[in-house]
């Protein structure tokens, strides 16, 4: 036996799938709003039941001289026995903030983020030749510029 929906009920059901687009984010202003999109950003990061993502550090900062903020994410991937450092950049488009670069480098032990004149700078410690696996003891600066769709290393 078949069963028909009523139009009203199938016709919401379609406005509101079609309203979750899956990468983009509530567009708001401020640093609890940048907060707060950063980490819709990194839940959709979920990979599997051992891992768990963190928005550790967000800023919002206009990268590409339009007057417009992006924010700039440094996020934590936690294992079970390891972690891992990524930046993203989200940018807003039209009323909602999506992801709009990201590096996939290795970034070391990340202790801090700044964003000046548009360059992205990680603060970071990576293992000497002697150092054992917990305690990276060589600083380095990384700097990353962001343009619309990929994040560029900068020496």
Request: glycine share 10%; proline share 6%.
């Amino acid at each position: 036996m078949k069963t028909k929906l009523p139009r009203a009920l199938i016709g919401c059901a379609c406005l509101c799938i079609g309203m979750l687009p899956a990468t983009r984010f509530a567009a708001a202003s401020g640093a609890d709003a940048s907060k707060k999109i950063a980490d819709q950003f990194v839940a959709g990061k979920q990979a599997g039941h051992m891992e768990s993502y963190e928005a550790t550090e967000v800023l919002a900062a206009d990268l590409n001289g339009d007057g417009q903020d992006e924010v700039v994410v440094l996020w934590t991937m936690y294992g079970p026995t390891y972690s891992n450092n990524g930046v993203a950049v989200l940018a807003k488009q039209r009323a909602r903030y999506a992801a709009a670069g990201e590096t996939h480098d290795p970034l070391g032990l990340v202790e801090g983020m700044t964003v000046t004149d548009g360059l992205i700078q990680l603060t970071t410690k990576w293992p000497g030749p002697n150092d054992p696996r917990c305690c990276p003891s060589v600083s380095k600066t990384l700097r990353y510029r962001w343009t619309p769709g990929k994040l560029t290393p900068v020496k």
